[in-house]
């Protein structure tokens, strides 16, 4: 991670501009100080994407906001990804809705073709069409029998014998996403719900609390903070990319809760910042972190961001820490987003030491 608030910069040993490039193309070559180079901190969105961008780039979960036309319903991969991120009481209910739903449609199949297109049901004491013609249909469905019931005619037959060939498939397909599910390396990381603007040594600082969520342990945790803001430059309004130096951006280990910080210092892109100013340039705050998931030994990858609407002034976090009956350290996971007023103003006015005072 860049760890200047100004990138760096460099520049053509050509200064003359390509003559068959469109404008999208010279304005992702060209930067706003005319040197050529691409700015590191664009996020490989793009210098034009990002000017007609209005809105955040991610929601509070992550999710990226844009979208992208001409793919076709991808109804298929959309489910398939629901269902892996689904939660499970929510899935099992999904999957089992669905069996239900297509032993019921071959249920009726086989009452359509009338009352005498299944027979040997008596013992089962099943007078209901329906409900006979159901319980034979999961026996079939699921390749576990549905002796002594069976099938009397040639249309039922055939419909039977094209209930073993696609049951078997779905029961397959749930499978699979049920392995899915169990071998898929995951985080659950929950950040505050807001960032904080608060007393930071002798300036301010902003923060922002997150903690893991789940009883994997997590290491080599490395946090990313960028800052995606309307400036002025040369009386034009112009949206530009900040990486936000941090106090720290990375951590081995990951146990209890990490409260990142950015120092708000002169030579910070926030120097002398107000929430009016954040509100002016449509300020978002994009937060990736990115660790080693120790139970599958993998990467995984967490996303959010914040909104000006969603940072708190004139108030610091209180504490997260709880006692334990081992004496060991704690923290109470339900005290993250807690904060503690501080007095008006004592984060609203910019610190003298950010040259604003």
């Keep these: 991670m860049s760890t200047s608030a100004a990138p760096e910069r460099g520049g053509l040993s050509d200064e003359r501009e390509p003559r068959d490039m469109d404008g999208e193309q010279k304005s992702a070559l060209n930067n706003k100080d005319g040197t050529g180079a691409k700015s590191p901190d664009d996020l490989g969105l793009g210098r034009v994407v990002v000017q007609d961008t209005r809105g955040r780039f991610f929601d509070r979960a992550g999710n990226p906001t844009a979208k992208k036309y001409g793919l076709g319903a991808q109804r298929a991969e959309r489910f398939y990804l629901a269902a892996l991120n689904a939660r499970w009481p929510s899935f099992v209910l999904w999957m089992l809705g669905i069996l239900l739903l297509a032993n019921g449609i071959f249920a009726l199949m086989y009452v359509a073709i009338g009352a005498s297109a299944i027979a040997g049901g008596d013992s089962f004491q099943l007078s209901d069409p329906f409900l006979r013609a159901l319980e034979f249909s999961v026996g079939i469905f699921t390749t576990a029998g549905a002796s002594p019931m069976y099938a009397v005619g040639v249309t039922a037959n055939w419909l039977m014998i094209v209930e073993s060939f696609v049951g078997p498939l779905i029961l397959v397909a749930a499978s699979g996403l049920l392995i899915a599910r169990l071998t898929r390396p995951r985080v ?71 409260t990142v910080v950015h120092p708000i210092s002169a030579s910070s892109p926030l120097a002398g910042v107000t929430p009016e100013r954040l509100r002016q340039s449509q300020a978002e705050f994009l937060v990736l972190v990115n660790a080693h998931e120790d139970t599958f030994s993998t990467r995984v990858i967490s996303r959010t961001s914040y909104v000006p609407d969603e940072v708190t002034w004139d108030a610091k976090f209180a504490s997260i820490f709880a006692n334990s009956s081992d004496g060991s350290i704690a923290i109470d996971v339900e005290r993250l987003d807690r904060v503690e007023r501080l007095e008006e103003g004592a984060t609203r006015v910019p610190a003298p030491i950010e040259g604003a005072g």
């Design 188 to 258: 659950n990381i929950r950040f505050s719900e807001s960032l904080v603007i608060a007393p930071y040594e002798s300036g301010r600082g902003l923060m922002f609390r997150m903690v893991n969520m789940r009883p994997g342990e997590l290491s080599d945790v490395r946090v990313r903070l960028n800052l995606s803001w309307f400036e002025e430059e040369d009386g034009k309004r112009e949206r530009n990319f900040h990486s936000l130096e941090l106090e720290r951006n990375q951590v081995e280990f990951f146990t209890l809760h990490w």
